[in-house]
């Protein structure tokens, strides 16, 4: 059987002597000593644990597929998160395979040969010519430290656990059975609580979206003079986040103005004018894939208005009233229904809602300025463990070892008629990432100011510096 390869819509055709030419005259570049990825011994309890909660029985975890975005270009591969935690491994088509004896085999996509195969240079979609160098087996199992076989040499037949819904080649070769949705959900559970390698690499994220966010405060002169202002600040804290890790986390929300009460603007086109704030809610990936999720509202002027820093202010007071809830065995949701209260005792004073802030809690006519919950766990996903079972996560209580976000806000619509004028237009949400310590909990992103006056003091010290 011939090759198949993946050429593309104007490939060039190979003649036996270019085919033949091709095969001859490259040095060995095989790696030899390589040290093993960080995460490796992290990896290998995590599938420990996995072993351990389905005995005896096949589990498959695939990375996930390329999909096109047109014709024969592909969008840039991020593989699923479960199998990024069990593995380190971040290639497209692998599978990790635990047997029922609790060994467990990644099987991959080795680099391919330079001799009988023209995929190295060839192939759009794997070719090292194209796309770059892949480990070959031996290098692979140097580096995630299990035992891996090629993806040609995996069997599915038999009965088996399945992640479905990451590759349709797996899913259509194993019959699906009851316990594939219970392996989502522990797959999903299991991360609830963060291991000391992880909350260091989700600080360096948090770090490094840190400094993403200087940048664009620094940015901020000459994206006021750009048509597309919002896009100008957007590409400053993208650059960072492709200098210091694998991407942003999310598609940055850069709103200025009445864009801010969209919750997730991420069209980005619109043009700053001094007079408004810019919401900002961005977060750094690293390498890894774990990500930050942070906001801060900014006056593009440098300073927040009077109603500005009134509505701000009341946030802020709302999140620190979040922040002092958390810590191990409160319930999950206490943080959001703090915030809460003191949003609806603000609005309450504002006389924009008339009712006690007893009565707006058990009524929820609030929730028209602030329209979502105040926060949710951080990860390997921006809103991670979203497959945990509500009693573990919504409904449960905090462990230490989690790691969250808190972030409230207040969304002020500009066509509000229950709103003096003065408020309308205004959104505001500050948003920071914690972890849950054995006594309360450790604000990870605390590099970044939050009081409107450290804001201020901040913004003047970079755009003079």
Not at 279 to 304: H, K, N, Q, W
Request: aromatic share 8%; with cysteine.
């Amino acid at each position: 059987m011939s090759e198949k390869l993946n050429t593309g819509s104007h490939d060039l055709p190979i003649t036996d002597a270019l085919a033949a030419f091709m095969e001859t005259g490259w040095a060995d570049t095989r790696h030899t000593g390589l040290e093993a990825l960080s995460v490796a011994p992290w990896t290998a309890k995590r599938r420990a644990a996995l072993a351990a909660r389905f005995p005896g029985e096949r589990l498959v975890i695939p990375s996930g597929s390329l999909k096109a975005r047109s014709n024969d270009s592909d969008y840039r591969f991020r593989t699923h998160s479960a199998f990024a935690y069990l593995t380190g491994d971040t290639e497209p088509d692998d599978v990790l395979v635990i047997e029922p004896s609790g060994e467990a085999v990644l099987y991959l996509r080795p680099r391919s040969p330079r001799a009988g195969s023209q995929e190295f240079y060839r192939d759009r979609r794997y070719g090292e010519f194209w796309v770059g160098r892949r480990p070959d087996l031996d290098e692979a199992q140097q580096l995630y430290q299990i035992e891996c076989a090629h993806i040609g040499r995996l069997s599915l037949a038999g009965p088996a656990r399945v992640l479905r819904g990451v590759d349709a080649s797996v899913d259509a070769a194993v019959e699906r059975g009851q316990g594939d949705a219970e392996l989502e959900t522990f797959l999903s559970e299991m991360r609830l609580l963060k291991d000391e390698w992880e909350v260091a690499e989700l600080q360096f994220a948090v770090d490094a979206t840190s400094r993403g966010f200087e940048d664009v405060v620094r940015a901020v002169p000459e994206a006021l003079g750009q048509v597309r202002g919002e896009r100008y600040l957007e590409g400053v804290f993208g650059l960072r986040a492709r200098l210091e890790g694998n991407a942003v986390g999310y598609d940055s929300i850069v709103a200025s103005g009445a864009h801010a009460n969209v919750l997730h603007w991420i069209r980005n086109d619109g043009r700053l004018s001094s007079r408004d704030l810019l919401l900002l809610d961005a977060g750094i990936e690293t390498d890894s894939l774990y990500t930050a999720d942070i906001t801060r509202t900014l006056p593009l002027s440098g300073r927040f208005s009077p109603v500005q820093r009134q509505v701000y202010e009341l946030v802020y007071e709302a999140q620190n009233a979040a922040i002092e809830t958390l810590r191990p065995g409160a319930r999950f949701r206490d943080f959001h229904l703090a915030a809460m209260r003191v949003i609806c005792e603000g609005l309450h004073a504002w006389g924009v809602l008339k009712d006690s802030p007893s009565s707006l809690m058990e009524s929820g006519l609030y929730r028209r300025y602030t329209v979502c919950s105040s926060g949710h766990m951080l990860g390997l996903d921006v809103h991670d463990c979203a497959k945990a079972r509500a009693e573990s996560y919504l409904d449960g209580v905090l462990e230490e070892g989690q790691v969250l976000t808190v972030e409230p806000g207040l969304y002020l619509q500009s066509d509000d008629l229950t709103l003096p004028e003065e408020f309308r237009g205004i959104g505001v949400r500050i948003e920071d990432d914690l972890v849950i310590t054995s006594d309360g909990a450790r604000l990870m992103s605390a590099g970044l100011p939050r009081h409107p006056d450290e804001v201020e003091g901040w913004m003047a010290a970079l755009l003079s510096s």
